[in-house]
């Protein structure tokens, strides 16, 4: 069976929406008539581009994050409890409250009751699910260990998600003030301050250089601000042309891994991310070869995410983990010797475990930092452009005066 979406009439004349499933588009058809329903249009989940917050589906459906965690959290208590992942697709889909979300848990059902597996049937909306959650579900799927690893996946999502709304929540307050500071100054040079200095010029006072700089920033503005803004404009297209060419961003991931000061940051974000994800899927009980293509697909930087796969090819041809991640030269020693001390132990999965929250930690703290910094930060460029504004309107002021005098 296939998902529908449908715009229909019902006999007072009031329109209805929403998603059915049926073998066919007449089928569908026929059972909103059966409904009493008078349909206007009847199309595949797939054909259509509805909106929504994330964006990210290769068919152009889109789910909000909060409807992402939930619904992962659904499937995992379903699947877990021994419910058939196409029920389980059913009755999460009956559940949620988002139409959007309604037709990509039916689009993924019709697929996977027309023979798919469950991760080949989210693979075709890779862009919503990310690749660490098709990576886990694939490993949990292989290794008949489903349940556990979406538990685990759905603390994953949930996790993430608090820690993207925390980010974002205490970036909105700098952000904000550097808008208007930025347009603040943007009116004093455009408006304020070629008026201040036809004062002065009419009087004939011989103007400090600080003040000569800053009519020149004004005029440049005043003449050229718009050819600015669109230069601009054209740059974020060209980057954004540029990132989406495998080879450019290849190059701008390892500047960033070799590059002080993204180094630490991105080291520290990608290793914290490759030992949460290995930890959860090997105390899931997935083989550790495919938790470490698993945990390799979940590292966005291109250049390390390049270097955990070698760790996984040479683990497979019977070299330890921590060997061959010490090979690698990208994780921090710590994680290294905590992995040598689990192999030797026994106990990979919990010391993964341990040296995963560790990881997160030092990651939590470090960001804590720099958003504490952005704001002072902010602050003090824009208080010191200011004061340079004062001072270049000032002088002139001081020098009438010892005219007069």
Same mark, same amino acid.
């Given at each position: 069976m296939a998902a529908f979406l449908f715009k229909a009439v019902d006999p007072k004349g009031r329109n209805s929406s929403g998603v059915i499933e049926a073998n066919s588009a007449a089928a569908a058809r026929q059972n909103l008539r059966d409904r009493? *329903?008078?349909?206007l249009s009847? $199309?595949?989940?797939?054909? /259509? @581009?509805?909106?929504?917050?994330v964006r990210q589906s290769n068919r152009g459906t889109r789910i909000k994050r909060r409807h992402l965690t939930v619904l992962t959290r659904q499937l995992a208590t379903l699947i877990g409890a021994g419910v058939r992942v196409e029920d389980a697709l059913k009755t999460?889909?009956? @559940?949620?409250?988002?139409?959007?979300?309604? !037709?990509? *848990?039916?689009?993924?059902?019709? !697929?996977?009751?027309?023979? @798919?597996? =469950?991760?080949?049937a989210l693979d075709s909306h890779s862009q919503v699910f990310g690749n660490y959650y098709l990576a886990s579900v694939r490993a949990g799927e292989? !290794?008949?260990?489903?349940?556990?690893?979406?538990?685990q996946l759905a603390d994953f999502v949930e996790r993430r998600g608090k820690n993207q709304q925390t980010v974002q929540l205490a970036l909105l307050y700098p952000a904000l003030l550097a808008f208007v500071s930025v347009g603040v100054i943007v009116a004093l040079l455009v408006f304020v301050v070629p008026d201040i200095v036809r004062v002065f010029t009419a009087r004939g006072a011989e103007l400090p250089f600080l003040t000569r700089m800053l009519i020149g920033v004004s005029d440049a503005v005043a003449s050229y601000g718009l050819v600015a803004l669109a230069f601009l404009g054209g740059l974020v297209v060209l980057w954004g042309w540029a990132m989406r060419q495998p080879t450019f961003r290849l190059a701008f991931h390892r500047w960033?891994?070799?590059?002080?000061?993204?180094?630490? =940051? &991105?080291g520290k974000s990608n290793a914290a991310q490759f030992a949460g994800t290995l930890a959860t *899927? +090997? &105390?899931? /009980?997935?083989?550790?070869?495919?938790?470490?293509?698993?945990?390799?697909?979940? +590292?966005?930087?291109?250049? +390390?995410? #390049?270097?955990?796969?070698?760790?996984? $090819?040479?683990? /497979? $041809?019977?070299?330890?983990? #921590?060997?061959?991640m010490n090979d690698a030269a990208v994780f921090p020693p710590l994680l290294v010797a905590m992995v040598a001390s689990g192999e030797a132990g026994g106990t990979l999965g919990t010391s993964l475990t341990?040296?995963?929250?560790?990881q997160a930690r030092d990651l939590d703290a470090l960001v804590a930092a720099l958003v504490a910094l952005v704001e002072p930060a902010i602050l003090l460029i824009m208080g010191g452009i200011v004061m340079l504004l004062v001072l270049s309107i000032l002088l002139p002021i001081v020098n009438l005066n010892n005219l007069v005098l």
């Open positions: 009493r *329903l008078l349909p009847v $199309e595949p989940t797939n054909a /259509r @581009q509805p909106s929504g917050t999460v889909s009956d @559940q949620t409250g988002d139409r959007n979300a309604t !037709s990509l *848990l039916l689009t993924i059902r019709s !697929s996977v009751l027309d023979g @798919q597996s =469950f991760a080949a292989a !290794s008949g260990h489903l349940g556990a690893v979406m538990d960033m891994a070799r590059t002080w000061p993204m180094r630490n =940051f &991105v *899927l +090997i &105390v899931s /009980r997935v083989p550790l070869t495919e938790a470490l293509a698993a945990a390799s697909s979940s +590292i966005s930087n291109l250049h +390390i995410r #390049s270097l955990t796969e070698k760790v996984g $090819e040479k683990v /497979r $041809e019977g070299t330890s983990l #921590s060997v061959a341990r040296a995963a929250n560790d």
